[in-house]
């Protein structure tokens, strides 16, 4: 006997993307986080999946409101064939403040409500106990030790689900031994890391089904399985709408401004430049004479999304400057520039911004 089931976790429903995005960009991305989960419905109803594992963190509960949860409630209401197991996370934990607490949700919906001990749910028809415990908050540490004394029956397919820190690259309170733990269960089912990783045979984290910023990076989804005592299959199903792209490019000061726009340009092609989110970054050095202002303002056009780390410098030498005359107002403006010195890009683009400024109203006086 198997059972077939989707693993997600880490949805952030409600998550606001105030560091990367623009407010009307954020509005956007909060939208396709619903799309995506919307999507995880879709694939249980149509697969006709039979358990629906969420592994933590499906809202960040401080910025949703009572319609974002009775959005969810109906969701899962349409997937009533699938048996849904949810864990908080330390985004959306188990406190009074949580609206998941006060919401009737429907019958094949089932929460994990206990922090301070683990939680078993048997599910006869199907051969399978899920083993869980939640998060009431960060600050107190909920006793997890208790995890290590489970005690399974052996004969029954045996799914721990949690949201927990494995790789311990965290504070203490999300932290899992999973030396103390395997050899008992089935399946681990993982939340709270953001990219996909099989830690070991049979305990995943599924990351991210919709990438949330540009440290989560390449595809992302959810794991689809099958799971029986003797047998597990699984595949990577990838959901997301948009990815998250950090390309570098190098500059050279023999570089056209044509040439560097055809570069940032030829960084997506046309189908990822309409949905991906793009973050260049620009090392090197640039021909002082080209407005590296005006020719990213253009290259974005090319982008739904797109920012610049501008981490390249102008390439300035003396010789290329105007010829210049000790006492006239352009040989006072380069000496002072020059013997403050040029080493950052913004005050090198200050430089270039006034002298050509100088070198524009110079031209004009001298043509009357
Ligand atoms: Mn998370």
Redesign the pocket.
Known sequence: MSISFIHTA?I?IGKKFDTDLTPQESKVRRRELWETFDKIIELCIRNRVEFLFIA??MTEAQYCKVEDIVRLVAKFEEAKETQVVIVP???DPWTTHNLYKYMSWPPNVHWIDETNQVKELHFEDKNLCVYSIGISSMEQPNKRDCLYDVDVDVNRINVLLIHADVLEKDSGALRVDLNRISGKFDYVAL??V?QYAEIRDRIIYPGTPEPLDFTEKGQHGVVYGRLGKDNFEKMFVPVAKSRFITKEIFLQPEFSSEKILDIIKYSGDYISASKDYFKIILTGSVNSGIDMDRLLNEASNYFQHIGFEENYLYDIHSDQLPERQEDSLIGQYIKQYQEKGLKTLEMQKSFLLGLNLLMESKERSDDH
Do not use: E, M, P
């Open positions: 880490d952030h933590g963190d996370g330390n985004k939340g709270h953001h």
